[in-house]
């Protein structure tokens, strides 16, 4: 049984408007209630009246007004009437009452649904004008002066303009090239590490071994970013630590080895790379630099290299063409090869290569045209006066003036799957069109 004690003092103002019952409560037994009322007098009973208090309104958050409207509009404005039906038979109202909560449910989360969908779209389709107008911008923004000093204005092929294709990354693919030319500017061998850091090999020595690297690669038909990868850790490697002449070979099947496993979809395993060796190094051996190798490098294996930028050059130089050649694409490539070889193309960047390898191929296969355009030095980033020192140094390698015999490029590109671009040249000189 319960009473109301005396009130508190301290209580609230609010309190004193209600009946006793709604002030504290203590619990209280029979001797005490008949020591309060008498012996023989009982407990009244009370019949508290509570007073219907307002019901306050609930903070909303004003930053979520296209969700507050879509809630007002499922639930007509707020505006929800119960009709007399439901007071009196208030379980039929509770099971009614549930139906129609769990039709709001369903509604807002079909409105909701709707109303995702068609904000992708929107999203979708504003990004893809934005994308569009960026395109359409890009065709006059290349300018170029004249000798007169008179800026004129160059009409660029967009080459991004497959958005439908996903692998292509169109909408991304200026700004992830942005970053590679950013990219290509660290991570770089030392141009003169023959001088600096090795006494015991020379320039004649690292030819002769990634000469001996493309016949590796074809062996176990391996994609070219596997090659190009390989040379550049050997590169970077011989850049810091000195070695022996008589573990080069070692370090370039492990620098390949290393190569694969980061490139190719299934490696040769190390036992095959001491197989290509004649058993000269062992597995232990070739596992013991590969701990040195990635050690020197600090495990960073996404370089740029010349053929990260040739797929987006050749794709340049082929806008210009109503049918795509296939022979530009090899052209480009075996020219590009025919540097990785040489010591002395360390100097040039990545990109400058790619780029001049663009150039010689297009002046090979058709000398009556320029084979510069402003596509071209949009995507490339290098005007024609930039490409001189080595595209003149790439003509020497493609005519091999230096009488070298190592041949495995050559014979690669000679064979018929390549469309046999090691024997095309040019009837006239690159040399004219610098000239001018």
Known sequence: MYCSSSMHPNANKE???????QQNFVRITRSRAKKALGEGSSIPPTKPSFKQQKRRAVLRDVSNTSAENIYSELLGGGNIKVSKKCLKDPKKSAEEGGNVAMEILVNMHTEKSKLAEDLSKI??????????????????????????????????????????????????????????????LQQRPLANYMELVQRDINQDMRR?????????????????????LTVNLIDRFLSNIY?????????????????????????PRVEEFCFITA????????????????????????????????????KAAQASYKVPLIELEFLANYLAELTLLEYTFLRFLPSLIAASAVFLARWTLDPTDHPWNPTLQHYTRYAV?????????????????????????????????????????????VTSLFSR
């Open 243 to 267: 070695i022996e002449r008589h573990r080069l070979q070692l370090l370039g099947v492990t620098c390949m080895l290393i190569a694969s496993k980061y490139e190719e979809l299934c490696a």
């Open 208 to 228: 002769i071994l990634v000469d001996w690297l493309v016949e590796v690669s074809e062996d176990y038909k391996l994609v070219p970013d596997t090659f190009y």
């Open 123 to 184: 999203r979708m389709a504003e990004s893809q004008d934005a994308f569009l107008s960026k395109s359409k911008d890009e065709d006059i923004i290349e300018q170029q002066e004249d000798g007169s000093g008179v800026m004129h204005f160059l009409q660029v092929v967009d080459i991004d303009s497959n958005v439908e294709d996903p692998q292509c990354c169109s909408f991304y693919a200026a700004e992830i090239y942005d970053n590679i030319h950013v990219a290509e």
């Open 279 to 314: 058993n000269t190094y062992t597995r232990p051996e070739v596992l013991s630099m590969e701990i040195q190798v990635l050690n020197s490098v600090h495990f960073k294996l996404s370089v740029p290299t010349p053929k990260t930028f040739l797929r987006r050059f050749v």
């Open 385 to 429: 006066a930039e490409l001189k020192n080595t595209v003149l140094a790439m003509e020497d390698l493609q005519l091999n003036t230096s009488g070298s015999t190592l041949v495995a490029t050559r014979e690669k590109y000679n064979q018929p799957k390549f469309k046999s671009v090691a024997k095309l040249t040019s009837p006239k000189r």
């Open 15 to 21: 309190n004193t408007s209600t009946s006793n019952v």
